[in-house]
């Protein structure tokens, strides 16, 4: 029933911006962690950014931070990857993902500390992924 609607990828050139959205349902939103992680051809599947809701709290990959920024819109249920100074190393499928709030160990979670984590395993609703291309 979860579904994580993404949008705002495309192709810049390098140095560039872009922005990219993910709206979730407002009780999968709430006091959660919803992150962004990117894959590349290839490559494995990496974290780059998270934001737990209630608070928030933000956390960031080395690889990212000072140029990525992920905010978030609590009316309209929206997380947001502000993403500057953008190099071809960035390219990727980016994927949207949200934490369980609905199985057994929601309870026991801490939200704040998978966020910091980023490891999709923790993650059990993903979107269908926005391509990022950074051009030379």
């Known amino acids: 029933q979860v579904q994580l609607v993404e949008s705002g990828g495309g192709s810049v050139q390098a140095g560039g911006s872009l922005r990219l959205s993910c709206a979730a349902s407002r009780n999968t939103y709430s006091s959660n962690c919803i992150a962004w992680f990117r894959q590349a051809p290839g490559q494995e599947r990496e974290g780059v950014a998270g934001i737990y809701t209630g608070d928030p709290s933000t956390y960031y990959a080395d690889s990212v931070e000072g140029r990525f920024t992920i905010s978030q819109d609590n009316a309209k249920n929206t997380v947001y990857l502000e993403m500057h100074s953008l190099k071809p190393e960035d390219t990727a499928m980016y994927y949207c993902?949200?934490?369980?709030?609905?199985?057994?160990?929601?309870?026991?979670?801490?939200?704040?500390?998978?966020?910091?984590?980023?490891?999709?395993?923790?993650?059990?609703?993903w979107g269908q992924g926005t391509q990022v291309t950074v051009s030379s």
């Open positions: 993902a949200a934490s369980s709030k609905m199985d057994y160990y929601s309870y026991y979670k801490d939200y704040r500390l998978l966020c910091s984590r980023l490891s999709f395993p923790d993650f059990s609703y």
